[in-house]
């Protein structure tokens, strides 16, 4: 391996892009909805999109922030993810993408008056349940004793937001 990058990287970049090209996904679209139905009049500024992009973009950077930080923890309880059977990582995973769902999602919301902490976990929880098993079986896949070259990591790291991104944006879930 020339470039070798431990599970605990491996995680933080992973945890980096699913706390922000999802979120981003959503707040995009659902930003995009509030300007195309003309919904956003009663706002403090001309159309209120100020306002909205400047929440989203805060609660974006929070998303992205804590998913990293969260991320390199969970990475760092997962060592060497070929030590576990498969039915304990896989089942492992689940459970450390609710961990990661409700901290990051919870984080991101709070910024949003507090009270955007409940729906940023339920926003959070589809996105981790999806994104967390299959970047770990993929990451299990490629790594060696713990270790994944950097050339295998970023198809994953970004490949599984993005595609996750992907399906928050299709026109056939509205």
Do not use: Q
């Not at 995680?11 to 659902?30: K, N, Q, S």
């Not at 390199?72 to 304990?88: F, I, K």
């Not at 950097?150 to 928050?168: N, R, S, Y």
């Amino acid at each position: 391996m020339r470039n070798p990058l431990n599970a605990e990287e491996a995680f933080a970049w992973f945890g980096t892009f699913l706390g922000l090209f999802p979120p981003f996904a959503l707040f995009g679209r659902v930003l995009g909805v509030a300007l195309r139905e003309g919904t956003s009049r009663n706002l403090p500024t001309a159309d209120g999109a100020l306002y909205w992009m400047l929440l989203f973009l805060a609660m974006n950077a929070v998303c992205c922030l804590v998913g990293r930080k969260f991320g390199a923890l969970l990475g760092r309880r997962v060592g060497d993810p070929r030590a576990w059977s498969w039915p304990v990582y896989v089942f492992s995973t689940l459970v450390m993408a609710a961990a990661w769902a409700v901290v990051t999602g919870a984080a991101g919301g709070a910024v949003a008056f507090v009270v955007g902490a409940f729906f940023g976990v339920i926003c959070a929880v589809p996105v981790a349940l999806l994104g967390f098993p299959a970047f770990a079986v993929l990451h299990r896949l490629l790594s060696h004793g713990g270790m994944i070259e950097e050339h295998d990591l970023w198809p994953l790291a970004f490949g599984v937001p993005l595609t996750i991104a992907a399906l928050i944006m299709s026109p056939c879930i509205y």
